[in-house]
């Protein structure tokens, strides 16, 4: 079976770092995503990690332990628009078929 | 500019009635997707295709119906046997194997 977890709910301050987790358990790895969702639209990709290690793009990197099965978001100086919600998502086995963890729904307060 | 288009974006029906969503890309991407998210949830899975003519149920298709007579569209026919409706419908296609999505904007469902 496949099984994406993450925290439903965070806050940070504006300017700080913040970090996202998601556990997974994927029968075949096939690599994982994460996408910024802001309320009333579509997702946006933001990371896609195939290897273990961080993957830095600006103020947000992604992280990956695939023997663990774990992989984290970090935000840096954080704005007010990065509020929104953050979607793990991983393959499922070879497939294409994308599976999405419930979100996680930051909130940057001043 | 290439992308995908989603209509309408908000949508009511009354009880008992069919509705088809529309989804077009001009990506020329492979495989298209249909996700339902309801609020404070994440995407699940509706029905998937991967080639023009072939589609796959995904985790939550009782209700719902599809087509995939050509590569640049794949609408969705929510039914009347679709016990609860309501809720926002993501359209997305990828290119074969690459695995990222891009989104369409969303149709919001209302059921009456």
């Known amino acids: 079976g496949q099984n994406i977890d993450q925290p439903t709910e965070m806050t940070a301050t504006e300017g700080a770092i913040v970090q996202i987790n998601c556990t997974y358990q994927t029968s075949g790895f096939n690599g994982l995503f994460w996408y910024q969702q802001h309320a009333g639209e579509a997702p946006t990709f933001l990371s896609y990690?195939?290897?273990?290690g961080l993957e830095e793009k600006g103020r947000f990197s992604s992280f990956l332990s695939r023997s663990k099965g774990y992989s984290y978001l970090l935000l840096k100086e954080l704005q007010m628009k990065d509020s929104a919600s953050y979607l793990c998502a991983a393959p499922l086995g070879a497939t294409n078929k994308l599976i999405f963890g419930t979100g996680t729904l930051l909130a940057v307060q001043p | 500019d290439g992308g995908i288009t989603q209509s309408p974006k908000y949508l009511f029906r009354k009880e008992g009635q069919n509705v088809t969503l529309s989804c077009e890309q001009n990506?020329?991407?492979?495989?298209m997707y249909w996700y339902r998210q309801d609020p404070g949830q994440g995407l699940r899975l509706i029905y998937y295709?991967?080639?023009?003519?072939d589609f796959q149920k995904g985790d939550i298709a009782e209700g719902y119906s599809v087509s995939r007579e050509k590569k640049e569209s794949f609408p969705l026919t929510v039914t009347s046997a679709q016990k609860n409706p309501t809720a926002f419908y993501l359209c997305a296609s990828s290119p074969w194997g690459a695995g990222e999505l891009f989104f369409g904007e969303g149709s919001r469902l209302t059921v009456l």
């Open positions: 990506l020329n991407h492979d495989a």
């Open positions: 990690n195939v290897l273990d």
């Open positions: 295709s991967q080639i023009v003519n």
